[in-house]
């Protein structure tokens, strides 16, 4: 079993940053690689950006050039620094584990909560 434990979220004005922080617990040894996602209201939920166990990295589109995502294995803690933030990133962000290869991102069942980041104009 893993536990994944997300924080960092809060309220923010356009262009302003965030990190959100992702913290892993319980078969950690288990997790190859941590992504996160977005929800916003109305939408589907999708992948921001992952990270693999050797650091290996994706981004979609949207968090090309503005997000970072980074880890650190001995606290077993995954980071999304997000920078020039605009109001369209406001979602509930997420984090899961999965699988990296291939240079995608395979998403499982190990969801956190998540952290709400909203980003007001």
């Known amino acids: 079993q893993v536990q994944l434990v997300e924080s960092g979220g809060g309220l923010v004005q356009a262009g302003g940053s965030l990190r959100l922080s992702c913290a892993a617990s319980?078969?950690?040894?288990?997790?190859?690689?941590i992504g996160w996602y977005r929800q916003a209201p109305g939408k589907q939920r999708e992948l921001v950006a992952a990270i693999s166990r050797g650091g290996s990295t994706t981004y979609a589109d949207a968090a090309k050039g503005r997000f970072t995502i980074s880890r650190d294995n001995a606290k077993n803690t995954v980071y999304l620094q997000m920078n020039s933030l605009k109001p369209e990133d406001t979602a509930v962000y997420y984090c899961n584990a999965g699988d990296y290869y291939s240079g995608s991102y395979y998403g499982t069942g190990y969801w956190g909560k998540g952290t709400l980041v909203t980003v007001s104009s």
């Open positions: 319980g078969s950690t040894r288990s997790i190859n690689a």
